[in-house]
């Protein structure tokens, strides 16, 4: 019995195109407004590692720059990730990683939503409402196995 | 009407707050958090700290020691958040309180001099996290809710100890929060499915009476009106709604039959998702405020705390003293209320109107007065 099965077993994967953020004019000057923008956030869940495979959520655009939506002003971060297959049964697990990733490394004072990116997944409302409700994932997190694994999944993610 | 907030204290823990409770003096808070204990708070003077509205303090920590202190720590029940907090409500001797590690425990006052509580019972059933206890008003039944979609209902057995007496398993999702009727034995559950129901006994069982859709998202929490007509509610889908429980009608009794409708409610008002801009978590409903001029049509005050980071007052009152149509309009809000967090809780202090306590994610418990 192989009870490694994975659910997509071959998903496909993207050549990354390097984009690595230069360094900027605010980056070592505290006198510059410095706002947080869609390209750092991508650059804090690019390297998350997907849960099935030893691949990035870059490599198999699950996360993709343009599905970022950041509004420093208002505190405010949108992100929609698209699952490899629409009946992917990791999604959950993929959201809860970017959610930790983000919540580990973003300000407090920004409210992140994150959702599956629109008709990508069958289950997508039920994950969406799970992901963004605070008192689930509050409990989620003191989980010690998922959190073990979700951990797993982010140490890619530096 | 317009109103202002005057006074704001605050008290810590070291992680987010998810519940404040009022003993039935009004003079003590409990306080529940992630750091997995629950707290008792005491005012030092007393009753008199509500008196003294003539002297104002602001909000800097230096005068929480004269005002208001931590009188004791309960952090040796629960394995992980302690997620609900109760004061029992006829004489402010016992706390309940829920956790994420399943279990519900009961505290009582070691000795009535003493501010300090012991563990006195332990209550296990729910599979998961435990997400909300609340005592009825005669103290003698207890109510908790948890993740396993169920509500489970305990009786006194008269010596800190509950027996369970049902357990309801109608919602199909996780129940956030359960809440008692303040006149008639009735429990309300709110519910991630959506929906609120409203449990009553029956032949010394407890059954479904009624079950009110309308939020198109999570229920997060609900209060009655003072008197218990009317249910106020509060939504992930951004709206506050108020219910009304229908007259009830017993037909047929001179037929020789006895017909006993479900107890059933009808919206009748929606407070529009512009209020707040994301997910409503707590509401409370307070009869008035001193000083102010009170009508037949008037309802009180709710208070409403959200993810928005706002806590907003609104009024209530009946379109005509003959119709059941609400007017629901905002009074103040007061924007930030706890920094750049949540607010989880916001509860009417029960003995002293106008004061408000809230709690938030930034581990923080303010105690606020409504200006009218």
Known sequence: MNITQKINDAPLVYEVVSKARGVQLGDFDDGIDDPIDSEEVYELIRNINDPEHPLTLEQLHVANREHIYVDDGSNRVLIEFTPTIPHCSMATLIGLCIRVRLLRSLPERFKVDIRIREGTHQSESQVNKQLNDKERVAAALENTYLLDVVNQCLATAV | ITGSFRRVLYVGHDDRVWQVSWDPSGTRLASCSGDKSARVWSAISGANFFASTAMEVDGSRSNLASTWQCVDVIDNAHKRTVRSVAFEPTRGRAIATASFDGTTAIWEKTDESADSYECV??????????????????????????????????????????????????????????????????????????????????????????????????????????????????????????????????????????????????????????????????????????????????????????????????????????????????????????????????????????WLATSGDDGVIRIWHLEL
């Not at chain 2, 332990?122 to 609340?134: F, I, R």
């Not at chain 2, 005509?320 to 967090?341: F, Y």
């Open chain 2, 121 to 354: 019972a332990t209550l296990e059933g729910h599979e998961n996290e435990a997400k909300c206890v609340a005592w009825a008003p005669s103290g003698q039944l207890l109510a908790t809710c948890g993740r396993d979609k169920s509500v489970w209902i305990w009786e006194s057995t008269g010596e800190g100890d509950f027996d369970c007496i049902s357990v309801l398993m109608e919602h199909t999702q996780d129940v956030k929060m359960v809440l008692w009727h303040p006149k008639q034995e009735l429990l309300a559950s709110f519910s991630y499915d959506d929906t609120i129901r409203i449990w009553k006994e029956d032949d010394d069982d407890w059954v479904s009476a009624s079950t009110i859709s309308g939020h198109t998202s999570t229920v997060w929490a609900g209060a009655f009106s003072p008197e218990g007509e009317y249910l106020a509610s509060v939504s992930d889908d951004r709206t506050v709604r108020v219910w009304m429980q229908n007259a009830v009608q017993e037909n047929g009794s001179e037929e020789g039959f006895y017909y006993r409708p479900d107890t059933s409610y009808k919206c009748v008002a929606v407070v529009p998702d512009s209020v707040h801009s994301r997910a409503i978590y707590s509401v409370s409903w307070c009869a008035s405020v001193a000083g102010e001029q009170s009508a037949n049509t008037d309802l009180g005050f709710l208070a409403t705390g959200s993810g928005d980071n706002s806590v907003r007052i609104l009024s209530v009152s009946r379109k005509e003293a003959t119709t059941a149509d609400l007017d629901v309009a905002l009074v103040c809000t007061q924007e930030n209320a706890h920094g750049l967090s949540d607010i989880n809780c916001v509860q009417w202090n029960p003995k002293y109107p106008g």
